[in-house]
């Protein structure tokens, strides 16, 4: 059974202060790894796709990283309007997307 | 990025009555769309497969007498809610697809209460 686990649950960063969150995944064929952006009361806004181990994406701050069983979404100098919750999720064999549960980040100024 | 728009962001209806979401690709066609649920601090569960001009494939566990989905034409998908009850208010979330880059775009959410 294809399944997403996301860590940490929660983060909580300083103004400044870089960190990463991580997505492990198991898949019967990765069908692409993406990861969205989710703010309060609203539907997930799309980051990135990754499809092959060792493919690497950037937008500003964030940087997005594969491998075989996992990938990490980090964050560089983040901004206080970085806070959201990041959703991980792979594709499944009906075309459709399976999430993990988020990393809710807070980045305090 | 492509734009799925979503109405409306929030209703509030009485038991019994049926509530309908719609959902619609603004610039570009989508031959598939998904209906998620979200409870609150969980993440997006699936409900059912919606593509056009056939009927949608509903999730395990999905009452698809209660969840009617249409979907008619390549930009816009339906749900209706049939004779809400209070265990039916939740976040529903939709997302099309495009056929270029399989990446999935999504709605802003409805929020659904019923009272």
């Known amino acids: 059974e294809d399944q997403v686990t996301q860590s940490p649950e929660a983060l909580r960063l300083q103004e400044g202060e870089s960190s990463s969150l991580n997505c492990s995944y198991t898949?019967?064929?990765?069908?692409?790894l993406f990861w969205y952006r989710q703010d309060p009361g609203k539907g997930p806004e799309f980051l990135f796709t990754?499809?092959?181990a060792g493919e690497e994406k950037e937008k500003e701050r964030l940087k997005a990283t594969l491998t075989k069983k996992e990938s990490f979404l980090h964050i560089t100098a983040p901004k206080p309007e970085d806070s959201a919750t990041y959703l991980c999720?792979?594709?499944?064999?009906?075309?459709?997307?399976?999430f993990g549960k988020g990393t809710k980040l807070s980045v305090k100024p | 990025g492509a734009v799925v728009s979503q109405h409306p962001s929030r209703v509030i209806c009485k038991s019994g009555t049926s509530v309908k979401i719609e959902c619609r690709s603004l610039?570009?066609?989508?031959?598939?769309m998904f209906w998620y649920r979200q409870f609150p601090k969980q993440s997006l569960m699936l409900m059912a497969t919606?593509?056009?001009?056939?009927?949608?494939?509903?999730e395990q566990g999905v009452e698809k007498d209660k969840f009617l989905i249409n979907h008619a034409s390549l930009t816009l998908s339906t749900l209706t809610v049939t004779s809400a009850h209070p265990e039916d208010s939740s976040f529903y979330i939709c997302?099309?697809?495009?056929?270029?880059?399989?990446?999935?775009?999504f709605g802003a959410g409805t929020r659904l209460s019923v009272l």
């Open positions: 898949v019967s064929g990765l069908r692409g």
């Open positions: 999720a792979v594709g499944g064999s009906q075309g459709n997307l399976i």
């Open positions: 997302s099309a697809r495009t056929v270029d880059k399989n990446i999935q775009y």
């Open positions: 919606s593509n056009e001009g056939s009927k949608a494939t509903y």
């Open positions: 610039d570009f066609q989508a031959t598939t």
């Open positions: 990754l499809y092959s």
